[in-house]
Structures are given as structure tokens and as C-alpha cells.
């Protein structure tokens, strides 16, 4: 290889790091011959735990897939046609939540068995079983990715204000606050938890609220500026956000 050609390949971050193995493997061909066939066993290994893997990542995609299938079916005396239908309400319901139920077990702390765990909770929330859904945030919080933990953490703090549980909902919040994510931001968190504090501890909940007010990020601020503005009691003594 002419070293022109090698020369404009180096302009590519990854080319040249190629090219630095290329260069010592050129200067140290003894070690290369002595240990390459570590090496090469260490590199098939490698290869087949990332084929092996993208593989159960599709598995894992193609049963969500098919739990949210079921979640989207219709159900009635009327047939929609090219979707799954169920003869009754309370068919589709039992379907969905054993699949649910199915893809959160067995694929428990991937995103796929988060995402399932997240719906069965929220089902739990609408059925009015806070219980039930304590223990499925609870669950995504402990075994899932952050960004999806993150999210139960939410979840699972407004189920434990709705237990009346305020203690329990603000220490999971000043965790989020402590540890933002890519999902539930820092200023997410803080508002929430003002929202939380604003009947008990009303000069706190405007105390956490008040940088917030003035961000550069119109959500933020607009948000911000609503809970402030619900905030009875306490003493009135915060400086108005600017306009």
C-alpha cells in the first residue's frame, strides 16, 4: 500500500487506528505469530457473544411486538379487519396482560421487559390496584436500564403520593434529582417534588421552584411559573419570574 493512499485513509479516525495495529503488528511479527492464535480465539469469541446477542435483542423486540399487538387489538361484534380481535373486552384484557406478563419475566432488566413492566403497572394504576402497581415500578426500578428505571421512578413516586405516602415519593425524588437522566431530567424531578411539598412544606416547594422560574427553557419556566402559582400558605415572599 503506497503510503499516499495510506495517508489520506488516516483521515478517518478509525482507518487510522487500523493502521497503528497494521504498523505494530509490521514491527512485531514474533509476538503477532506466538500469540495470535490467542488472539484470534478471543476475537471469534467476541464475535459470536455479538452475533449471539443482536440475536436476542430481536427475540426480545419480536415478543414485545407481539404483546403490543395485542394491547392495539380490537374487540366487539364488529370485525375491523387487518387487526387482532377479541370477542369481548374482557378477552383482550386477560390476552394482553398474560403477554405482558410473559415478555416482563422472561426478559426482566432488558428495555424490552422495562417497557412491558411499565404498561402492566400502569394497569394496575387504572384498575386502582396501587399495590399492584408499587411492586411493578418497584421491579423496573431495580432490574431495568436507568433511562427506563428513571422512569419508574416517577411513576412509583405519584403511586406513593397517592398511597399517601409522602415520605417514601420524596426520597425517591430527590434520588432523581440527585441522578438525572436522558428521560427524567433534573428540573423534572425538582418540580415534581415541589408539587409534592406544596401542601406541607409550602416555603420549601417555592425555594425549589424559584431558579426554576427564570430558566432559558420555556418549559421549564412555564412549568415552574404553574406549580408556583398553585402554592398556597407559607410566606409569600418569592420574586416574581420575569415575563
Keep these: 500500500m503506497d503510503r499516499q493512499t495510506r495517508k489520506e485513509l488516516k483521515s478517518d479516525k478509525f482507518a487510522e487506528e487500523v493502521f497503528d495495529v497494521f504498523e505494530w503488528t509490521t514491527e512485531h511479527k514474533s509476538q503477532v505469530l506466538r500469540y495470535g492464535g490467542i488472539v484470534l480465539a478471543v476475537a471469534v469469541i467476541g464475535l459470536a457473544w455479538l452475533m449471539y446477542s443482536r440475536h436476542q435483542a430481536e427475540n426480545r423486540q419480536v415478543e414485545l411486538a407481539k404483546a403490543l399487538r395485542i ?9 375491523q379487519g387487518g387487526r387482532l380481535h ?7 384484557n386477560k390476552a394482553r396482560e398474560q403477554a405482558f406478563a410473559d415478555v416482563a419475566a422472561r426478559f426482566n432488566g432488558t428495555q424490552e421487559g422495562a417497557v412491558a413492566g411499565m404498561y402492566l403497572a400502569g394497569w394496575a394504576v387504572d384498575k386502582g390496584d396501587l399495590a399492584g ?17 428513571a422512569m419508574a421512578k416517577m411513576a412509583l413516586a405519584q403511586v406513593y403520593a397517592s398511597e399517601n405516602k409522602p415520605a417514601d415519593a420524596e426520597k ?8 438525572p437522566t436522558t428521560t427524567v431530567s433534573k ?17 420549601e416547594a417555592r425555594k425549589l421552584l424559584d431558579p426554576l422560574r427564570t430558566s432559558t427553557r420555556i418549559a421549564v419556566s412555564r412549568a415552574a411559573i404553574n406549580a408556583a402559582g398553585s402554592i398556597t400558605g407559607g410566606t409569600a415572599g418569592s420574586t416574581p419570574a420575569k415575563p
Design 71 to 79: 394491547e392495539d387489538a380490537s374487540f366487539g361484534p364488529n370485525n
Design 86 to 92: 377479541f370477542d369481548t373486552e374482557d378477552a383482550k
Design 133 to 149: 402497581a408499587e411492586k411493578r415500578f418497584k421491579q423496573v426500578v431495580d432490574d431495568a436500564p436507568k433511562e427506563y428505571a
Design 172 to 179: 425517591v425524588l430527590r434520588e432523581l434529582i440527585g441522578s
Design 187 to 203: 428540573e423534572q424531578a425538582t418540580i415534581v417534588l415541589a408539587q409534592l411539598l406544596a401542601g406541607s412544606k409550602p416555603d
